[in-house]
């Protein structure tokens, strides 16, 4: 497996796994409406930097809630995503039960690009490797 690290801050490190084509994004503890703002901007950039349609993006280390940016992130993030072209979307939770909260709260609210969240990383890795349109799915 070819990774080939992208950037890095200590809110977020961002990943593009070659032999799949896809973004790996590995958000970092506390987070607040700078720090999630400014990382979805980062993805987005690599995203249609390296033509990527599929987006892995892994808040297992992230502790609270980033409540105070759900509308933006439904609403606003989502909406880019689908129009830089990302198809398929595999959110691994948090274990911290407010994220985790958060998470469900935006995931529920959109449509495209199709998301499945995750409680862990080989079952996030697996499906967005076979995967195609289904809708919103809560897996384990």
Not at 20 to 31: G, I, K, R, S, V
């Amino acid at each position: 497996m070819y990774l080939l690290t992208l950037h890095t801050e200590p809110y977020l490190k961002l990943t593009f796994d070659e032999e799949n084509q896809w973004l790996y994004a590995e958000w970092q503890e506390l987070q607040n409406s700078q720090t999630v703002q400014a990382g979805c901007q980062l993805i987005l950039h690599y995203l249609q930097e390296y033509k990527c349609h599929k987006l892995l993006n892994d808040n297992t280390c992230v502790q609270g809630t980033w409540s105070p940016v759900i509308e933006w992130v439904s609403n606003n993030y989502f909406a880019q995503l689908a129009a830089v072209g990302v198809t398929n979307l595999a959110w691994i939770h948090s274990q911290n039960c407010f994220s985790r909260y958060t998470t469900d709260y935006v995931l529920q609210q959109v449509n495209r690009p199709v998301t499945a969240a995750f409680n862990d990383l080989p079952g996030a890795y697996s499906w967005l490797q076979q995967s195609s349109t289904f809708s919103y799915l809560k897996a384990s």
